[in-house]
């Protein structure tokens, strides 16, 4: 996925560094393993060989650094389609520019050659992280997600804290996020139960593009019956873009760790099912 990172070296003074950009898979549990197999056995561990091929010899920065697929040299690509593109100029990222709203950065990783070691930031939590190159490859998981899962930005299941069905996100599962609209797995519409599909749409929007005549600001909701019965209902109306239960209408939540059972939201209040 477009998780956008920079690949880059410490400047003089602490805090500063330069590098590139790299638009494709930049989650540490992705571009991590990447980032050690071509410094371990790529370059056989040469560190300053593997930055002056990664940041100087491709100065405009990567697409996709699994694919080899980069901006200067678009033409050396093994991607028919990315060999249309055009070549780009050189794009320096530092520490002056990268953590500016309309870069989208998510994450650095920061080499120190002259100590052997790779810095990595999580832009959005401010959170640094530090793995020595000359000793076992890290936890890349731990990198990325925190030790508890504090930063943790995956489904569940990515962990295998639940199944693979569940859409539950890890900081929802172990309540370090509270269950909201978009975690409803059915509800309840005048005492009949509908497992939710996940798919829906804003009234508004429906009324126009397909001429359904849903009341204004609601989500409409497209659910299924045990028999596989499909319909389209309101389920939440929408102020100020939060999203609220409708009259009639039960949100039932998943369990959680915290809680073992099912809970359902009724009006303001969550209630146990």
């Not at 790779?118 to 997600?145: G, N």
Request: with cysteine.
């Amino acid at each position: 996925m477009s998780t956008r990172s920079v690949i880059g070296r410490v400047g003089i003074n602490d805090g500063e560094f330069s590098g590139v950009y790299v638009h494709w898979d930049g989650s540490p549990s992705t571009r991590g393993p990447l980032l050690w197999k071509i410094i371990h056995e790529e370059f056989k561990g040469d560190l300053k060989a593997a930055l002056a091929y990664l940041i100087d010899q491709h100065p405009a920065g990567w697409s996709s650094l699994e694919n080899r697929n980069c901006y200067c040299h678009p033409s050396r690509s093994k991607d028919a389609d990315f060999k249309k593109h055009k070549p780009e100029p050189a794009q320096i990222f530092t520490h002056e520019n990268v953590v500016k709203p309309d870069t989208d950065i998510e994450y650095l990783f920061i080499f120190d050659e002259e100590k052997n070691r790779l810095f990595v930031r999580d832009v959005a939590y401010d959170a640094e992280s530090l793995a020595e190159l000359a000793e076992p490859e890290p936890d890349w998981r731990i990198i990325e997600c925190g030790e508890h899962f504090k930063r943790c930005k995956h489904y569940a299941w990515f962990h295998k804290l639940l199944p693979r069905t569940s859409n539950l996100s890890t900081e929802t599962w172990l309540g370090l996020r509270p269950l909201e609209f978009h975690d409803a797995v059915a509800f309840i519409i005048n005492g009949k139960r509908w497992v939710s599909t996940g798919c829906g749409g804003n009234s508004n929007f429906l009324n126009q593009a397909s001429g359904t005549r849903h009341p204004h600001d609601v989500w409409v909701a497209t659910v299924k019956a045990k028999n596989g019965k499909r319909i389209d209902v309101p389920v939440a109306r929408i102020v100020k873009g939060e999203y609220k239960p409708l009259p009639g209408v039960v949100w039932v939540f998943p369990p959680t760790v915290k809680e073992p059972n099912e809970t359902t939201c009724k009006s303001e209040a969550v209630i146990l099912a």
